[in-house]
């Protein structure tokens, strides 16, 4: 667990869950990772992403708010492509 803050008052605390697969030497994949945001009046948000990968490390499927279906974000039906951003719902991914 991280947490960071500001002069301000406002804090930063993320929390990860990593899988090791020492067969394949997959270390320390994320597989959750949770962000929580505080202001300075002490009101939080917190925000969850999931994450998957191939027999190769290689990442297939990320989540965002994968427990709240007004706000759950998953890329489109098709192999990943490591670091590019996961499209909205009915909109046009950046690349095909």
Not at 9 to 33: C, E, F, M, S, V
């Amino acid at each position: 667990m991280v947490t960071s803050a500001t002069t301000g008052g406002r804090k930063l605390t993320q929390d990860h869950d990593y899988r090791n697969n020492t067969g394949a030497w997959l270390i320390g994949l994320p597989t959750r990772t949770l962000s929580t945001g505080c202001t300075s009046a002490g009101v939080c948000t917190t925000r969850e992403s999931t994450f998957d990968y191939d027999d190769k490390g290689n990442p297939t499927v990320t989540v965002a708010e994968p427990n709240r279906p007004t706000l759950k974000l998953t890329p489109p039906d098709r192999p990943a492509r490591p670091g590019l951003p996961c499209s909205a719902p009915g909109s046009t991914p950046a690349y095909r």
